[in-house]
């Protein structure tokens, strides 16, 4: 049966297809079986191996070897394109590659990739695979497998909207465009493989910074316009289809947050800074594996004027007079303050590189997103963390816990996320999208594999940064 979006994501719909797992004794793995796995490295095999006899925690231990490799295990698929390999990830359990969610599905594999030739050849063939996404229509958010299909998601074929063929949805988000090009720099720094940045690529590029420039909306509104025919406000842009009113000052409007749910303000912040990094990245990119200076100097001069609208608009006071980085502003002096769970989030900046983790702005915006100054900001008997409007009031996202235990180094914070990660899984070895406060045998999204990845990423990075703290029974 086909079910709306919201279904997968909230309430009965989601639950339903939850498998319902007991705790066993044993732990046996809930990996596929390895003639089932889609994608296999030796690397990352050795990986999960060598990190798992770090982990003092039984259940830790086990739960690290289900998430790490979800995505290889389940959601890869290769082929060729071009003469060059082709990589279609999709999220897990919707059948659709999103730009963001790839990105960030493979990134706890990129140390790896100089040692295993094959895992190489999977990140070469997801940045060519984006680049053409990006061609394809660089204001969609999620993409078919076959380039000349429609979309096959029931919830995105009425939108009125530009769709393509090739498209699943479109919801225009920034972070979008810059999860590609955080992709193809990390891939870079880890291999100074010049392979992927061929003139596709660089195409890909120039439309990103042509539609960033777009959004800026200094002359018009731009060519994108979204409306969505749905009982919850946050799936439609106001106004026609074009958002709520904005005054251009250098930002970059975006219709939907990370979560896919629309903005309230056009110029969200967490977003803006995302494309301020990841616009340099793209440069560091451009003159060293292409020797391409002009895209590289289009590339800063967007950054540098962003960023500057950023400290000059970006920020705010709250009640209590704290100066905090703002969720979301209007350009009129209107400001939002919130978070969302979904990475680019106020609370996920640090480990996002956009900002120092010692920079004390960023830590009072950080502390007042951990707490009621944030609505969105929940605690239960379950535990407590930042969740969003995307499944409702009372769902706690593990990915907010993931990202506050990796922009510390607090023992006792990062103890406390890996404890609240370990006993609200419901016994499934598995992250999810979201968990409820006060009973975390109700989660949404029994397969998302970014969440997994993320969890993943965390247990190998403590293994280097906080050994001792991994090492420990919980």
Not at 93 to 100: E, F, K, P, T, V
Not at 191 to 207: I, L, V
Not at 261 to 273: E, G, K, V
Not at 391 to 397: A, E, K, Q, R, T
Request: charged share 25%; aromatic share 10%; with cysteine.
């Amino acid at each position: 049966m086909i079910v709306d979006r919201r279904q997968f994501v909230a309430g009965a719909g989601a639950l339903a297809a939850a498998p319902a797992f007991a705790a066993a004794p044993a732990l046996p793995s809930r990996r596929p079986a390895p003639g089932q796995r889609r994608f296999t490295s030796p690397a990352v095999e050795r990986e999960i191996a060598r990190v798992s006899k770090r982990i003092g925690d039984p259940k830790l231990r086990w739960m690290f070897g289900n998430c790490y490799p979800n995505t290889l295990d389940t959601t890869v698929k290769m082929g060729t394109a071009n003469g060059g390999p082709d990589a279609f990830v999709i999220t897990g359990d919707i059948n659709a590659l999103w730009l963001r969610d790839s990105s960030a599905q493979v990134r706890p594999y990129l140390h790896l990739a100089r040692e295993d030739a094959k895992l190489a050849e999977l990140f070469r063939g997801l940045i060519a695979r984006q680049a053409r996404c990006i061609l394809i229509d660089p204001y969609a958010n999620a993409f078919m497998e076959d380039p000349t299909a429609p979309s096959n998601l029931e919830w995105s074929q009425k939108d009125r909207t530009e769709m393509k063929p090739g498209v699943a949805e479109r919801k225009w988000e920034i972070d979008s465009l810059c999860y590609p090009m955080r992709l193809a720099y990390e891939y870079w720094q880890a291999t100074r493989d010049k392979r992927p940045f061929d003139a596709t690529w660089s195409e890909g590029a120039r439309a990103t910074i042509r539609t960033f420039r777009e959004q800026q909306r200094k002359d018009n509104r731009g060519p994108y316009s979204f409306l969505r025919t749905s009982d919850r406000n946050t799936e439609t842009m106001p106004l026609e289809g074009w958002g709520n009113p904005m005054r251009p000052v250098g930002l970059i409007a975006s219709g939907f947050r990370p979560s896919d749910d629309a903005t309230q303000y056009l110029f969200l912040i967490p977003s803006n800074w995302f494309a301020v990094t990841t616009l340099r990245e793209m440069a560091v990119v451009a003159n060293e594996a292409r020797g391409d200076a002009a895209l590289a100097r289009d590339a800063t001069a967007l950054a540098d004027e962003v960023e500057a609208a950023l400290r000059q608009w970006g920020t705010m006071r709250l009640r209590d007079g704290s100066d905090v980085w703002a969720y979301e502003v209007d350009g009129f002096g209107n400001a939002l303050f919130m978070d969302d769970a979904n990475v680019p989030s106020l609370s996920a900046l640090g480990y996002l590189g956009c900002v120092p983790m010692d920079d004390p702005l960023w830590r009072r915006t950080e502390a007042a997103a951990w707490s009621d100054a944030n609505p969105y900001f929940f605690r239960g008997t379950a535990g407590e963390g930042i969740g969003g409007p995307h499944v409702g009031l009372g769902w706690i996202w593990p990915m907010s816990l993931i990202m506050r235990a990796m922009s510390t180094n607090d023992a006792a914070t990062i103890r406390a996320c890996l404890k609240t990660l370990r006993d609200t899984d419901a016994n499934t070895g598995f992250m999810h999208e979201a968990f409820f406060q006060d009973d975390p045998s109700k989660f949404t999204r029994h397969w998302f594999a970014w969440t997994n990845g993320l969890f993943g990423q965390l247990i190998v990075t403590l293994a280097r940064t906080n050994p001792a703290i991994l090492s420990e029974a919980l």
